[in-house]
């Protein structure tokens, strides 16, 4: 059956989470690469449709294909046609965000992420306004979203974030969004700078699988973070990534959400793919779509249960959706 982007088609699509593309399809300015997180490295496009959106990266081996179709294209599995839009355009790595990876590079180890293996680069602020006024310029801008590894410290990369902050707000009047290794006083400066929302990642509320993924790290810490970011930022302004493919038991992930939610914090659900320069280091299975749809729908039954609603985040991941089905927005 044809059909656009619908909240199972798209989990299908995010179940795979790679596809490929004829290269005359996908000119320069339709691509993107991440420079954070599990996904960075990879060149990667978006694909809007019926309100979802979703991004898959490029390989040219995977079992999904995208073709012409009619005035945009369609996506194919096993030579049927399974999902169609357009092939949006990434401002500055989604659309309609300037969403920045402030520094490259990461001390710590996570065995999910490429970022501390390919030592990356930090960007100064002139460079960081550039890329902003680059995305003003490409289309129209709804908010900035910062990023960043840990280059030296925790503190002095959100003392270095705080400035970016400050000055960014300075100049823009759009609502700035931060992602962070959070510290005693990130949450207080970030706010004080002109931040207005933050995403402390738990990446996973196991506490062994946690120890293992990210040694030198720490969930309580975390944890004790976004609780005390909410009374900063309010509810529905404080969200946290979950990833989904390291081994956690779905009982797991609800009691996670059900206490981030319990904080006010929004859970954003991610699924995980092996990246090629971790194998070895670590074991991960990609959510099917059953198993993506079903947490989502219960991440959606418990933040409404608590109040909370991720149409309220206007930056991030929340609103971007591309790389996970979003409560209250895809379903």
């Known amino acids: 059956m044809e059909r656009g982007l619908t909240a199972e088609t798209k989990a299908i699509l995010i179940s795979i989470g790679n596809a490929a593309i004829d290269p005359s399809l996908l000119p320069e300015d339709l691509k993107t690469t991440a420079t954070a997180g599990p996904g960075a490295g990879g060149p ?3 694909i809007y449709s019926g309100g979802h959106r979703v991004r898959l990266s490029l390989n040219p081996d995977s079992s999904l294909k995208v073709i012409p179709w009619k005035d945009g294209v369609a996506v194919t599995k096993e030579g049927n046609i399974i999902a169609f839009g357009t ?3 990434p401002l500055c790595h989604c659309p309609q965000q300037a969403y920045i ?7 710590y180890n996570c065995k999910f992420c490429p970022v501390p293996l390919v030592n990356g680069h930090a960007k100064t ?3 960081i306004i550039g890329m902003v006024d680059a995305a003003r310029t490409a289309g129209e ?16 990369e959100v003392e270095y974030m705080v400035m970016v902050v400050a000055e960014l707000s300075k100049r823009y009047e759009l609502p700035i969004g ?3 290794y959070p510290t005693a006083r990130s949450s207080l400066d970030l706010f004080a700078a002109g931040a207005y929302e933050v995403k402390y990642n738990v990446e996973t509320m196991n506490p062994a699988i946690f120890a293992t993924v990210c040694p030198g790290l720490s969930l309580d810490g975390i944890l004790s973070t976004l609780e005390a970011a909410v009374t900063i930022f309010g509810r529905n302004h404080v969200s946290s990534n979950f990833i989904i493919g390291l081994g956690e038991t779905d009982e ?3 009691l996670g959400i059900e206490r981030l939610a319990e904080m006010g914090v929004i859970t954003n659900l991610r699924p995980i793919s092996a990246h090629p320069l971790r ?9 099917s779509s059953y198993r993506i749809l079903r947490l989502t729908r219960k991440n959606k039954e418990i933040l409404e249960r608590h109040g909370l609603s991720a149409l309220k985040a206007k930056t991030m991941c929340l609103p971007c959706t591309g790389c996970d089905l979003v409560p209250q927005r895809d379903l």
């Open 125 to 127: 602020i002139d460079e």
């Open 87 to 89: 092939l949006e355009r």
């Open 141 to 156: 801008i709804t908010a900035i979203s910062l990023t960043s590894g840990v280059a030296e410290s925790p503190e002095k």
């Open 252 to 254: 797991c992930v609800e």
């Open 178 to 180: 931060v992602s962070v």
């Open 101 to 107: 990876t402030v520094s490259e590079r990461c001390i």
């Open 44 to 46: 990667s496009f978006f």
């Open 279 to 287: 194998k070895g280091d670590i074991m991960v299975k990609r959510s």
